[in-house]
């Protein structure tokens, strides 16, 4: 968990300094105070782009110096600070105890998952974000996730440069199209064992107040070989379409309602939303239980569309997972909460 969090000239927040406890974290404030900062701000401490994927420029005080900085303390004493210069708004720099580091690094010293309401859609979005929601909870049970993916992708948008050119250099695309198979095969082998887990953490779940899923990925599989065979009989077929038409970057994560047998992106949206509560917190728990380190938790006005008995359900299954961090307008909604660290903003 946080012991102490600090932003500098990020979004609405100048200088903001705050030393939350264990367990609930409640930021309220009306709205346009920077509660959903804060909880980007802390979404920044693991790998990619946040929980708003915001470019990087976009992220600093409109009216500061450029650049911004997010520093945090965990319980354990480590140190880690994300940001960037005026100089390079684009460029994000991460340190970890003071040495420099690479974003993936991060994946090592802390697990933060989100839900914000944005996301309330996922189950009809596209493909692309369901897998940048399963590799984020993917990366919270194997930090590694971070490197393979970040390999892959790169050695991936070369292939498609390199296969642009008119006469590409056989060797060089072999050389690329060997690393994606490596990181590919990795990457979609962790994918694949997330999801395992977390299918039967679900099935085992008795039925209640959130409804059940089923999870299964679709799409591509295969192992390192047959990824490069496949790339290299597909060279022609991919310098025409302008990209790389076959590997893990391909598949999509299916959800099912379990109770109601349907796919998720049938059931109505308050199903969905109930469905994707249910999907986090029972794969917070998983990865309690499995990396002996809870994951940081950031839930966004998730108190807000909840019945009162919902909301004291939730919260109780919310307590033994450390640090969830909750947004709100009302201090009203987190009443049935005994002990907080509450912010107002």
């Known amino acids: 968990m946080l012991s102490r969090l600090v932003l500098t000239d990020f979004r609405n927040h100048d200088a903001l300094a705050l030393t939350p406890g264990a367990g609930f974290v409640v930021l309220t404030g009306a709205n346009g105070a920077g509660k959903t900062n804060v909880l980007e701000a802390v979404s920044l ?3 990619g782009r946040g929980l708003r994927r915001a470019a990087l420029s976009q992220i600093a005080r409109g009216d500061g110096p450029g650049g911004f900085g997010v520093a945090a303390t965990l319980a354990d004493g480590v140190e880690l600070a994300t940001g960037t210069l005026a100089s390079a708004p684009e460029r994000r720099v991460v340190r ?7 974003a993936a690094a991060l994946a090592e010293r802390a697990a933060v998952l989100w839900l914000t309401p944005a996301m309330d859609r996922l189950f009809t979005d596209t493909a692309g974000e369901r897998r940048r929601f399963l590799d984020r909870l993917t990366l919270a049970l194997e930090p590694a996730h971070a490197r393979h993916t970040a390999r892959y992708d790169a050695a991936m948008r070369d292939r498609n440069r390199l296969l642009a050119d008119a006469a590409p250099d056989a060797d060089w695309l072999a050389a690329l199209e060997a690393q994606m198979a490596q990181h590919g095969c990795a990457l979609d082998a962790a994918r694949h064992r ?3 887990a977390l299918d039967a953490a679900l099935a085992a779940q008795p039925a209640g107040a959130l409804p059940r899923a089923r999870l299964a990925l679709e799409g591509w599989r295969g192992d390192a070989g047959a990824l490069a065979d496949a790339l290299r009989a597909g060279r022609a077929r991919d310098a025409a379409a302008g990209r790389t038409l076959a590997g893990p970057h391909r598949v999509d994560l299916a959800v099912t309602h379990v109770d109601k047998v349907r796919p998720a992106a049938t059931a109505s949206t308050g199903e969905q939303k ?3 509560l249910g999907l ?8 309690a239980g499995r990396v002996g380190r809870a994951p940081v ?5 998730v108190a807000a ?3 009162p008995a919902r909301r004291a359900a939730l919260f109780r299954r919310l ?4 640090q969830t961090w909750m947004t709100g307008t009302e201090p009203a909604l987190f009443s049935a909460i005994g002990t907080a660290t509450t912010i107002a903003l």
């Not at 986090?280 to 990865?287: K, P």
């Open 280 to 287: 986090v917190l029972a794969h917070a728990e998983l990865v």
């Open 305 to 307: 569309h909840l019945d």
């Open 194 to 196: 997330t999801v395992a």
């Open 319 to 322: 307590e033994p997972l450390g």
């Open 297 to 301: 938790l950031l839930l966004d006005e």
């Open 274 to 276: 109930a469905l994707l």
């Open 45 to 47: 401490l693991a790998p």
């Open 96 to 102: 970890v105890n003071g040495a420099a580091a690479n």
